[in-house]
Structure formats: C-alpha cells, structure tokens
C-alpha cells in the first residue's frame, strides 16, 4: 500500500513516498540499510589466539575495544596507482632545487659560498 502525499500541480499526477517529485516521475531506488548481524557468526582468526567468532558488528567492535585493537587501512602496492610512476626527471629536479634551499628562502637571494649541499638519492623506484 502506497502512502499518497498529494497530486502534482504540473501535470495533476499522484505522488506518493517514494516517487520522484518533479515532472517527469518516476521510481526512485530505495535506500537499503546494511544489519549489524552476521547471520551464522563470522570467525576471526587473528583477534586473539584462539578463533572468536562473533555474531554482529557491534559485537566485533565490544571484542576488538577489550584487546586494544582497531581496523587499520594500509597502502599495497597493488591497491592502485603507484605514486613512483608519476615522477619524472623535471619532477625530481625541482624536488632537489626546493629541498636544497630549505627554510632559508630562494637561492638567488643566497651567498652561493654560504650554501650547502643536500644531495637527493632514490634507491628504488621499482618496476617501470
């Protein structure tokens, strides 16, 4: 059963909760709402040192707060782009020239007996 809302002033369409509310309607997805519940439990080996399984979400939170432990998102190689293939020779030149003069300003205002050196090594761009 569908709850009417009101008709439409344009075109003298019924609208009810769901619709779009413009001309021209149409349905509308709905929203799906993600449970908290694993249905069966969901084991997890390396929580503690023992198998735990647990049977919500918020259960794996209660859990995972008792041992100190959190999620944690780390970067993979194979995640995607790899940042090593945008460099390039020009990228690492002005790299050099910006690490080079530091906090002290612009190289030209330098005395070029006073400046030192700082030289710049990447060992491993990895594959190409």
């Given amino acids: 059963m569908r709850t009417r809302v009101g008709i439409c002033e344009k075109c003298g369409e019924a609208l009810d909760i769901g619709r779009w509310p413009f001309c021209p309607h149409?349905?509308?997805?709905?929203?799906?709402?993600?449970?908290?519940?694993?249905?069966?439990g969901k084991t997890f080996e390396h929580l503690d040192h023992r198998p735990v399984t647990v049977y919500s979400k918020t259960e794996l939170h209660r859990e995972m707060d008792k041992r100190h432990v959190r999620f944690t998102d780390r970067y993979?190689?194979?995640?995607?782009?790899?940042?090593?293939?945008?460099?390039?020779?020009?990228?690492?030149?002005?790299?050099?020239?910006?690490?080079?003069?530091?906090?002290?300003?612009?190289?030209?205002?330098?005395?070029?007996?006073?400046?030192e050196t700082l030289d710049t090594w990447i060992r491993d761009l990895g594959p190409r």
């Avoid at 149409?26 to 069966?40: F, L, T």
């Avoid at 993979?76 to 390039?88: E, L, V, Y």
């Avoid at 020009?90 to 300003?105: I, K, P, Y």
Wanted: proline share 7%; charged share 25%; aromatic share 4%.
């Fill in 76 to 115: 993979h190689p194979n995640d995607g782009p790899d940042w090593r293939q945008a460099i390039d020779a020009q990228t690492l030149a002005n790299a050099t020239a910006l690490v080079s003069r530091g906090a002290r300003g612009s190289a030209e205002e330098e005395d070029p007996a006073r400046l």
């Fill in 26 to 40: 149409q349905a509308v997805g709905s929203a799906a709402v993600i449970g908290d519940e694993y249905p069966g």
